[in-house]
Structures are given as structure tokens and as C-alpha cells.
């Protein structure tokens, strides 16, 4: 499953909100995979693409999970996320289209793909 920005689910914001909830705690899990804008990271001869940091907020817009989006500054897969299944807001920044918010559903032992970026090229592989 991919979910792309620019369609009716996407929102282009600007200050984030914080705070907590416990939410979906004992229900199935499944994964969430975020090709968010990278961030050029020099290690002396070596120059890395770090993926950004993201935020995925409840539907009823409480912040669940804050996700770094890498093990090291100098690893340029994101993570994958363990998730309740479930419904759940994205909010992340875009290379093309700054900071936006997509709506993301996660089924059950599933794998759910967010690339930001991907409109009119083919999707990455993770």
C-alpha cells in the first residue's frame, strides 16, 4: 500500500503540536515505512542523505510517536515502525513540498509505504 501527498488527505501545515496518549495497546501491529526529505550529512570524504524526522498523530490529532527516521547520521535507510493497527495522521517534510500531513491506515501485519516524494517516478524499495 502507498499513500502519496497532493490528494484530498494531504494538508500543508506549519508549528507542531505535542503530547501523549496510549493508543491501541494489545491490538494487531503492522508497519510503517516514511521516505521523508533527507538532510545532507558530511562525514570528511563521505556525504550521506539522511531521511528527516516525523511525527504520526492520532486521528483525533494527539501526538502517538515521535520517529528519529535513522539508526546514525550516517544511514541513509528510514526505519520501520511498529504500529497498532489502525488509522493514524503523518506529519513529515517533503523535498518538493516542504511539511505536509497524510492520512496512513495500518493493517495488520502489513507494510505501508509513505513516499513523500514519489509522484511520477517510481516507487523506492524497502
Avoid at 64 to 77: A, C, G, L, T
Avoid at 92 to 118: E, F, H, M, Q, W
Amino acid at each position: 500500500m502507498i499513500a502519496q501527498p497532493g490528494g484530498n488527505d494531504s494538508l500543508f501545515i506549519g508549528m507542531v503540536r505535542s503530547g501523549t496518549l496510549d493508543h491501541g495497546i494489545g491490538l494487531a501491529e503492522g508497519y510503517l515505512l516514511v521516505y521523508s526529505g533527507t538532510d545532507e550529512f558530511s562525514d570528511g570524504d563521505l556525504v550521506y542523505n539522511v531521511h528527516s524526522s516525523y511525527l504520526i498523530y492520532t486521528p483525533n490529532g494527539k501526538l502517538f510517536k515521535s520517529v528519529e527516521n535513522h539508526m546514525s547520521r550516517s544511514d541513509e535507510i528510514p526505519d520501520i515502525v511498529k504500529l497498532p493497527a489502525g488509522s493514524y495522521i503523518v506529519e513529515a517534510r517533503s523535498a518538493t513540498n516542504g511539511y505536509v500531513r497524510v492520512r496512513v491506515v495500518i493493517k495488520p501485519s502489513r507494510r505501508t509505504l509513505l513516499d513523500l516524494d514519489s509522484r511520477g517516478k517510481e516507487s523506492p524499495r524497502g
